[in-house]
């Protein structure tokens, strides 16, 4: 990781978050004062009905993104974000997180020295898959889900892995998460902890009918194709927890490394061990 100097700070923000107004309060006008050039997102802009020293829309040549909120925020940005490859820091506003940092009155003094480094996260991208044409194509930093939609309802999936098939397994679906991701819906499905900066897809069957179907840690450049086996109306493919679509019949998903990494702005003094000894 290296230091980084920021100038020009882009702010996106959860308004619908309890504490947001309190967090903009503290945050906002200590930007301007220190000098920086602020931009917010039009919504935002919107929402604070204008604020001396900030200007609405944020401009691809950002040094940095601030999202204010929680773990959600920060994989909306990203998404939202991702072809520009401007660094983010998530600012919490909120309780658990394991992407955000909690606001003190030092955070804009350490952006100013560059007391914060930049790590480079690895994102998935999924391929909704019709034959050999592409209906459907998103990216997640987290994870992406293929699972049923309606009530405790199994559905067979095959599993294929660079072509070859690994295994056919009955379950309520399947996550296909990064290291990232591995703290989230993974880790509540029984998945594995991964260092945040590995590079490698993570299998994690949800709610498996054989306790034999285990997750499984495949090569960052594995191409991971998911088939629906068993007929099933009520398919679904969820990226992020945020976006997805319904499966149609004769579709399939495949997931792989995307090229654009998210880049994220921790401070210098980041332990990702220190940080799951105090979430977990």
């Given amino acids: 990781m290296k230091h980084h100097t920021f100038r020009r700070i882009g702010v996106?923000?959860?308004?619908?978050?309890?504490?947001?107004?309190?967090?903009l309060q503290d945050f906002l006008p200590g930007l301007v004062d220190a000098g920086f050039e602020v931009f917010v997102t039009e919504k935002l802009h919107d929402f604070l009905g204008g604020t001396k020293g900030v200007?609405?829309?944020?401009?691809?040549?950002?040094?940095?993104?601030?999202?204010?909120?929680?773990?959600?925020?920060?994989?909306?940005?990203?998404?939202?974000?991702?072809?520009?490859?401007?660094?983010?820091?998530g600012i919490k506003a909120g309780h658990l997180g394991f992407l955000t940092e909690t606001l003190s009155a030092s955070t804009i003094e350490q952006i100013k020295v560059g007391k914060f480094e930049i790590q480079e996260r690895m994102r998935i991208q999924a391929n909704v898959m019709q034959g050999q044409t592409r209906v459907g194509s998103f990216t997640a930093l987290n994870d992406v889900v293929?699972?049923?939609?309606g009530f405790s309802r199994m559905v067979t999936l095959r599993a294929e892995v660079d072509g070859a098939k690994m295994r056919e397994f009955s379950a309520d679906g399947v996550i296909l998460a990064t290291a990232t991701g591995s703290t989230a819906y993974s880790l509540s499905a029984g998945g594995p902890l991964l260092s945040?900066?590995?590079?490698?897809?993570?299998?994690?069957?949800?709610?498996?009918?054989?306790l034999?179907?285990?997750?499984?840690?495949?090569d960052a450049d594995a191409e991971v194709t998911v088939h629906i086996v068993s007929p099933s109306s009520d398919i679904r493919v969820t990226v992020d927890g945020?976006?997805?679509?319904?499966?149609?019949?004769?579709?399939?998903?495949v997931v792989q490394k995307n090229e654009r990494p998210t880049n994220l702005v921790v401070p210098s003094d980041y332990d990702f061990f220190n940080l799951l000894r105090e979430k977990l």
Avoid: F, W
């Fill in 12 to 23: 996106a923000a959860n308004l619908e978050k309890e504490d947001i107004a309190q967090v």
């Fill in 55 to 89: 200007a609405s829309g944020i401009p691809g040549d950002c040094d940095l993104i601030a999202a204010l909120g929680g773990d959600g925020t920060i994989l909306r940005v990203a998404r939202e974000y991702e072809a520009s490859g401007t660094p983010i820091l």
């Fill in 146 to 149: 293929v699972h049923t939609s």
């Fill in 196 to 210: 945040p900066t590995i590079k490698a897809i993570l299998m994690t069957p949800l709610n498996p009918h054989t």
């Fill in 212 to 218: 034999s179907d285990r997750p499984i840690v495949l």
């Fill in 242 to 253: 945020q976006v997805g679509v319904d499966l149609g019949a004769g579709q399939h998903v």
